[in-house]
């Protein structure tokens, strides 16, 4: 597990906004993806920071199917031909409490909010064909993000990730509009894309009934930089923006503000 985190989502909108400012953002994400030293945690969180801009940027989104009801793709495509999956400009972001930390024994376990989740999508406006609600603070158990009305998404660095609480994935969906489909979309880099795998999905359907609707993903979220030949050294980041430790629950990003 990683010691970093950061104390709020302004505290990380500040200290990533002034890292994209200086056009370093890519270049660190790729440069840690690449360094097998480097903090997993950390790189996560940079990536995820870095993906939620992307994604909110709209555009096209390079993905692959992994797992269908049925078990076939519902797309088919020449192979050579990769499947764009088109975002709009989001016309509205939505922020909800990614849930409260309390203790058992000597580990923190997180308590998902669903009130709030189902709050921010009610909140969505009527006339708002598209909108991006993320969680208010890091360690959501399921959600890094949710492109309204019919997308869950996690974003990860990892070329896989555990099974998902399938009932915790019903009680998401149940708080979204009633769709013949849905999506969980995982958001990689694309040094693992290729690679990327998850198991697949029970789909009870007495316990379960929106999850059978579910189509799993994965998406490619590219970090482009300058060049091929980075180095650690190009990239310098001012030392009030540097991680500092702070008590026993992790650590702590100081930003300029």
Avoid at 1 to 13: L, N, P
Avoid at 26 to 34: F, K, T, Y
Avoid at 82 to 87: A, D, G, I
Wanted: charged share 20%; hydrophobic share 40%; with cysteine.
């Amino acid at each position: 597990m990683s010691g970093y985190c950061f104390a709020t989502s302004k505290v990380a909108s500040l200290f990533f906004r002034q890292v994209n400012e200086r056009g370093d953002l890519a270049r660190l994400v790729q440069i840690l993806s690449a360094s097998p030293g480097s903090d997993a945690g950390l790189r996560g969180l940079l990536f995820e920071a870095y993906a939620h801009n992307k994604l909110l940027q709209g555009g096209p989104f390079e993905f692959k199917y992994l797992d269908c009801p049925g078990g076939g793709a519902p797309v088919a495509a020449p192979a050579a031909v990769p499947v764009q999956l088109n975002l709009p400009d989001f016309e509205q972001e939505v922020f909800f409490s990614p849930g409260s930390r309390s203790r058992t024994g000597a580990r923190a376990q997180l308590t998902t909010d669903i009130a709030s989740f189902r709050k921010a999508v009610q909140s969505v406006k009527p006339s708002v064909k598209s909108a991006y609600l993320r969680p208010s603070g890091q360690g959501h158990p399921l959600v890094d993000s949710c492109i309204y009305p019919d997308s869950l998404i996690q974003m990860t660095v990892a070329d896989t990730k555990p099974k998902v609480d399938e009932e915790l994935l019903e009680q998401h969906l149940e708080c979204l509009p009633d769709l013949p489909v849905y999506f969980l979309d995982y958001v990689v880099p694309q040094d693992v894309y290729s690679t990327f795998r998850v198991p697949t999905l029970k789909r009870d359907r007495s316990l379960t009934p929106r999850v059978q609707r579910i189509r799993v993903r994965v998406v490619k979220v590219v970090t482009t930089a300058t060049s091929l030949r980075l180095q650690r050294s190009r990239v310098t980041l001012h030392p009030r923006m540097l991680p500092t430790q702070a008590g026993p629950m992790g650590s702590r990003f100081r930003a300029v503000v």
